[in-house]
């Protein structure tokens, strides 16, 4: 039987977004653009896992990088304090917490982080402070403009209320560290800096800051780069450089300075003589607003971080010191931090007002607030370092990442195929992946590498190919075109597209029965034998997507050829598959190979007809037998306790808590050694499931599995804009966008341009956000109850939608 553990209410609750405290040492969330790398806010308001360097570094911190706050209140003592909640245990560390960590200065008493993409807020409550004070960061985020998106910054604001009967001085400084050029040494786990540092003030019209450079470090170095730290105003207060000097002098100095008046001295005065045996260590530099608040009186101290590091490895493992460099997409854009900082600061009203009006849509849809969670969390995917863009706009992805490695290469198809965030929010970049894809790796025969390499001119990949990665490709040219109404991009891959799906005719069916069964190797990084849904789910919504692509270009060859294929093997895959319940692999010796699943439920079994609908395909399968299925796949897949789940594969969930097993064996039959991710939870499958059972109609098994996973990501067991797989930020998890499509009812078909809408939820009175190639914006209708009379409009915040049809 299967398992309802939420009430109605507890599925369509609409109260607003959780929010962190303090204490959530796993809540981190991401600031930075696509392709930019990253830094992240913590729940204490900790700047943290600095990944701007182009490569991952979970857990590194810049030294001395921290906020700060001073202020005095008429007639009485200034309170000085980093604009941090205190620290949580545990403190246990061989010399306790070092100088860099700054841990032994006064902090605010507590904090409470809500995080809204792109935008986040921390509340600080603290009963010494004549303020009440909180922060705000983002980084713009505004759908359909890549380059507006892809901004190596963010915005900073901390907004200072005063709380008491009498005026009060405030002075808000930032301190940041240069270590430009740095190297990591691991057995001390420290910063090696390698070349001499320059921090100097920049003053251009009301636009002042710091900017941090490594004069010494020729441009085309991969540890090339710069910083910059940046305010408006005549308030402004700066120490460049902190005092050179021994032990801690630099951070004595600048905490006593700054305390004592809340002004900073350009230079130490401090110059006796003393043991400088760090001096080659990073160099700090400060800058600050202040401004005099009276009774409550509340004003904005702004800041912009901007970083500009240019060059990447040539390739995607770090191989070597000659293996050469590519340019990151941004450095098209500016030609330095400062360049960057001035554009975000010179442009701010316009790129605060589009990513207001994305924030607005989105989280102002009428959708369960999980929900809203889980499309929005995952889309800090696009703006980790998961993903990239190289210099000619082409946008490239790992798996995931490790924690200061990215992890499985190449933008792999097959993982890639549960990605739905992109192509729908940035649909040029998901096309330059097409491109790469199919005129890049796909070779003569139609054989295509399912990682790229070819991208930085080296040789192809020289692997199996992936049969659901490269089916995918096609159903995913098909969503792309539709999207867009781009006819280019699908004559342009035409040639190439067609091949990798004639393809399949000749490599992986053995029979010509339009049923693929041959050695077929997948997602889950092993092969099937013999037929199986998965793989053929795949290649018959590849089908159908190539029946119409060759169609509107003229190639009635292909038409005709893939319409046969589809119906007899749609079919026959039906008459051989289907065992009552769900679809299972047939193989005579579920042992005869390893890593099989024979009779199993395969939460993966349809993945094809998931595709099929977010791409707008509809059925390639029995409706009957594909309702069956995928209530068959929460029936039996779906669990309230993972106690008694035994599993000796990688773990994503413990003990009381809920999700989706990639595989069960209701019936028996489990293979002695079956596929090796069966017994784990992987977030993209459970999305793709959920969006699926929302689509066939199974709306509440589908919200009960999205609200179990954003259960799991509450902070504390994990960051709740962080979904493991196979690494950190995996491209997988980013299959929730198709959850809202799916509740909305949205379909979409920009080549004869029409949108329409059919509610899964909240019918009489719904909105949501929707985005195509051309435009995206917000869908309101109200329904009457007793009539069925639907009245609609659409608003439009981006781009346009002239000559589309709505809901005809």
Known sequence: MANYPYTKEELYDRSPQRTFPGDAREAAFLLGGIGTGNVSVGARGELRDWEIFNHPNKGFKLPYTFFAVWAKAKGREPVVKVLESELKPPYTKSHGFSSDEVAGLPRLRSSKMKGEYPFVQIDFEDDQLPLKVSTEAFTPFIPLNADDSGIPGAVIRYRAKNTSDVPVDVTVAGSLANIIGYRFNPTWKSIEIQEE????????????GLYLSCPGLPDDDRR????????????????????????WDGVQDFWDDFAEDGRLEEKSSYDAPGNNWNSNKAKIGSIGLYETLEPGEEKVFEFILAWYFPNRIKGWYERSED???????YAKLFKDAWDAGRYLMKNMGRLEKGSRDFHRALFGSSLPTYVIDAVSSNITVLRSTTCFRLENGTFLGWEGCHDQSGCCDGTCTHVWNYAQTLAFLFPELEQTMRMVEFNLETDETGKMAFRTQRVFGNKSWDFLPATDGQMGTIIRLYR????????????????????ALDFAFVYWDSDGDFVLDSQQHNTYDIEFYGPNSLTNSMFFAALKAG???????????????????????????????????????QIDDVNKYRYQYGKGCLSDQLLGQTLAHVAGLGYILPEEHVKKAVYSIYKYNFRTDFRNHANVQRTYVLNDEKGLLLCSWPHGGRPRLPFVYSDEVWTGIEYHVAAHLIYEGFVEEGLT????VRERHDGYRRNPWNEV????????????????????????????????????????DFSCFWSTGKAWGIYRQKMDPETGERKWEIEVLYGSLDGVKVNE
Not at 197 to 208: A, T, Y
């Open 323 to 329: 293996q050469g460099i590519v340019k990151n997409y």
């Open 224 to 247: 090339f780069g710069n910083m910059a730290l940046m305010v408006r105003g005549d308030k402004v207060t700066c120490k460049p450089a902190w005092l050179i000097g021994g032990w």
């Open 480 to 499: 792309e075109w539709k999207l867009s109404g781009n006819d280019e991009l699908l004559r342009q891959v035409w040639d190439r597209a067609s091949r």
């Open 197 to 208: 540092l320059k921090n100097e003030f920049r003053q251009e019209e009301d636009i002042k």
């Open 547 to 585: 029946i119409e692509m060759a169609e509107y270009l003229g190639d009635r060859e292909h038409a005709e050829k893939y319409r046969e294929a589809l119906e007899k093997g749609s079919k026959r895959m039906d008459e051989l598959l289907w065992g009552g319940e769900y679809y299972i692999q």
């Open 725 to 764: 797989e196979c690494g950190h930020h995996y491209a997988r998890s980013m299959a929730s966008w198709a959850v809202l499509t799916a509740l909305c009812g949205f379909q979409y078909d920009m080549v004869k341009g029409c949108l329409s809408f059919d509610p899964k939820v909240f019918k009489e």
């Open 705 to 708: 599995i999205v609200k179990a």
